[in-house]
Every structure is written in C-alpha cells, then in structure tokens.
C-alpha cells in the first residue's frame, strides 16, 4: 500500500518536530527566519511566544481561519486513514501509536488556527506560493522549508523543484529542506539533478542526518548555501 495524494495536503506539525527535521540550535532560534510551505505548522505561534517572531509562507493564507479550520478536518480523515495502511514506513519511538501521531499533529494544528488570524494581521502569515515570493533578495538569514520540495515528487516536476529552491536562496542566507524523500519514503527522484544545478550556479549543497526520525528513510535534510 503506498501513500497518495490528488494533491499537496494543509497539513502541520510541531514545534518540537521544526527543531528537530532542522537540526534546529538555540542560536539558529535567533536568527530571521521564513518557514515556506508552513501550513498549519506551530512553528510559527511558539516562535511568537517564545518572543522571537518568524514569517510564514504558504498559499493556504489567502483562507480564513473557519476555512482552514474546514480543509483540515477533511484532510485528517484522509491522512490519518493512510497513516494506518502505511505503518510500516515509520519508525514508531517519537509517537507509539497512529492516534498519539494524530492527537500530536492536531493539537499543533489547533495552536496554528488560534493564532493564524491575528498572526496575519500582524504580517506573520503571508499568503503567497512558490516559486515567486514577496521578499527582496537575501531578506532573510534562514529560509526553512518542510514537508513540501522533494516530498511531493509525484505532484511536482523537476523544473519546478529548480525554480522553487532558487527562489529559496533567492530571498536568504542558508536554506534547509526536509525531508528529501518523498510521500512514501523512496529518494527523491529530484535531489541529485537539483544538487548538480546548483553546484554548478556556485551553491554549496550538503545532505545532513537530522535527529527527527518518522518517515523509515526520512531522517536527512538538505542544507543550502551560496557561495
Ligand atoms: C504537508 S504541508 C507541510 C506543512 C509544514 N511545513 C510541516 O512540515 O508540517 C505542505 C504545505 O505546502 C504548501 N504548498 C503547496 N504549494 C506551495 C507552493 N507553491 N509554495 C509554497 N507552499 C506550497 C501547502 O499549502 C501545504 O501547507
């Protein structure tokens, strides 16, 4: 049984979870950051309390909170059912059980809802996609994107992976992608030729481990860096 989606699903995780697919230091935690392709991650809200404001990106923004409220509950049928055809592709020690995983991931869905519409206005949650973002170049020192490039390998082609992840470098400093395996765990078709274009434009690329371990083969993230 393998994991498939018509197309790329609002889904978010934890706080807990952005530390570690990011290898994420206290230092890092200071840094300006954009998370694109945040969704409905609590990423965002516990930055914000921890006093240390982030920007998120995502086309979902251009919804209201009921609406992002609605898509979820949809999606959760969907992806929680999945989940439990499919456990063998996870390793079961972070969440010991397919309803612990959906009591984590809903619980970080519902701190995302609470704070989404008073984060918008305050210009945390920005409504916009890929690979055209709203910000000059080198804005930020941090971009962080999970859960979106090389995980939807089915949904998206190889141009525009190219596209998406110079737009990244484009607006920051240092880029981080996780994971690079797609929806059901196999290498993303897309990784080598993305790394070989960017090499040669001059970027430094490194595939590192991360101590965020679900997915069975998930446990790597790309690091990016101009030269
Ligand atoms: C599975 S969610 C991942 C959310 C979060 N990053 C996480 O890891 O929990 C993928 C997100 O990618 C967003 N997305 C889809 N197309 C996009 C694009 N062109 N640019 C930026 N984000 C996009 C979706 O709206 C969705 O919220």
Not at 22 to 44: C, H, K, M, Q
Not at 59 to 73: D, G, V
Not at 182 to 189: C, E, L, Q, T
Request: aromatic content about 12%; hydrophobic content about 40%.
């Amino acid at each position: 049984m393998d994991f498939h989606y018509k197309d790329i699903v609002p889904w978010g995780r934890s706080f807990d979870e952005y530390l570690d697919m990011f290898d994420l230091s206290e230092e890092d935690l200071t840094r300006d950051i954009v998370g694109v392709g945040d969704g409905p991650a609590s990423f965002n809200f516990w930055m914000r309390e921890r006093g240390t404001p982030v920007i998120s990106v995502d086309p979902i923004y251009q919804f209201s909170e009921a609406e992002l409220r609605q898509r979820i509950q949809e999606t959760y049928e969907d992806v929680i059912a999945q989940a439990r055809q499919n456990q063998d592709k996870f390793v079961w020690t972070k969440f010991s059980s397919v309803d612990e995983l959906a009591q984590v991931r809903m619980q970080a869905m519902e701190e995302f809802c609470r704070d989404f519409e008073e984060g918008k206005e305050q210009g945390r949650y920005i409504g916009a996609s890929l690979p055209d973002l709203p910000f000059p170049d080198h804005h930020f020192d941090l971009v962080l994107s999970a859960h979106f490039l090389f995980f939807y390998s089915a949904n998206r082609d190889l141009a525009f992976h190219l596209d998406a992840v110079r737009e990244l470098l484009r607006i920051g400093t240092e880029v981080r992608i996780f994971p690079i395996v797609d929806v059901n765990s196999n290498p993303s078709p897309f990784l080598s030729p993305v790394i070989e274009e960017l090499e040669r434009d001059g970027v430094n690329c490194s595939v590192e481990r991360v101590p965020y371990h679900f997915q069975k083969t998930g446990n790597e993230m790309l690091r990016l860096k101009s030269r």
